[in-house]
C-alpha cells in the first residue's frame, strides 16, 4: 500500500539547520507531486513547500522562501527539506503528501500523508 514514513526531526537551536526525510513506497514516486506542510498544536496544517513530479518547478510559502529547499531523488523514492537558519516558529509536526495531479498549497487536495516528524526551535 501508499507509505510516505518522514525522519530527520529532532531539537534544534534558532538559527541551526536540519534536514528531514520522507520515503516513499508503495506507488509510482516519479509520478506524483508530494509536498510538505507542518502543524503546530493548536493549529491548522500550513503549506510549507512542493515540488512536481519531474522536480520543477517548486513552490515555497513565504515565510520559508530563502531558508528551506524542497528537493527530490525519484531513483531512491525519496523526498527532502532542507531546513536552515530555524526559528522558533518553525517549530512544529512536519508532515509529507503526495497527489498525482496537484502540485499547490491546499492540504485537501493531497491524498496521501505521512506520519509527521517532530521540529522543535529552541530560541
Known amino acids: 500500500q501508499v507509505q510516505l514514513v518522514e525522519s530527520g526531526g529532532g531539537l534544534v537551536q534558532a538559527g541551526g539547520s536540519l534536514r528531514l526525510s520522507c520515503a516513499a513506497s508503495?506507488?509510482?514516486?516519479?509520478?506524483?507531486?508530494v509536498a510538505w506542510f507542518r502543524q503546530a498544536p493548536g493549529k491548522e496544517r500550513d503549506f510549507v513547500a512542493a515540488?512536481?513530479?519531474?522536480?520543477?518547478?517548486?513552490l515555497y510559502a513565504d515565510s520559508v522562501k530563502g531558508r528551506f529547499t524542497i528537493s527530490r531523488d525519484n531513483a531512491k523514492n525519496t523526498l527532502s527539506l532542507q531546513m536552515s537558519s530555524l526559528k522558533a516558529e518553525d517549530t512544529a509536526n512536519y508532515f509529507c503528501?503526495?497527489?498525482?495531479?496537484?502540485?499547490?498549497?491546499?492540504?485537501?487536495?493531497?491524498?496521501?500523508w505521512g506520519q509527521g516528524t517532530q521540529v522543535t526551535v529552541s530560541s
Open positions: 503528501a503526495a497527489n498525482r495531479f496537484y502540485s499547490g498549497r491546499d492540504p485537501t487536495r493531497y491524498n496521501h
Open positions: 508503495g506507488f509510482t514516486f516519479s509520478s506524483y507531486n
Open positions: 515540488i512536481t513530479s519531474s522536480g520543477a518547478p517548486t
